[in-house]
Nanobody, 122 residues
């Protein structure tokens, strides 16, 4: 069982940066693959980034590649998403998730946080 709580969202101007955090509790955090997803109003939830349990393997959506960086600190039970060069189209609720494999498929993640809102103004 893993419980996830996101933080760090907010309002930022285009071109700015934000760092999201996802604090986790539960014994299986350090052995779980972790991911970030986002959902804008009226749109489906979409994959953003994923990281393996060791942090050695990462996957990014094409739309964020080169701008966002996913990382994790297993000693602190925390997942991060560093977001740079933000664009208005990055506006969405961002969710962290934990699962058994590093994948882009939301259905393969077992645990989800409640989300944190990111709004990028033009």
């Amino acid at each position: 069982q893993v419980q996830l709580v996101e933080s760090g969202g907010g309002l930022v101007q285009a071109g700015g940066s934000l760092t999201l955090s996802c604090a986790a509790s539960g014994r299986t955090f350090s052995t779980s693959a972790l991911g970030w997803f986002r959902q804008a109003p009226g749109k489906d939830r979409e994959f953003v980034a994923s990281i393996s349990w060791s942090g050695a393997y990462t996957v990014y959506a094409d739309s964020v590649k080169g701008r966002f960086t996913i990382s994790r600190d297993n000693a602190k039970n925390t997942l991060y998403l560093q977001m740079n060069s933000l664009k208005p189209e990055d506006t969405a609720a961002y969710y962290c998730a934990a699962g058994r494999e590093t994948t882009t498929a939301s259905g393969l993640y077992d645990y989800w946080g409640q989300g944190t809102q990111v709004t990028v103004s033009s």
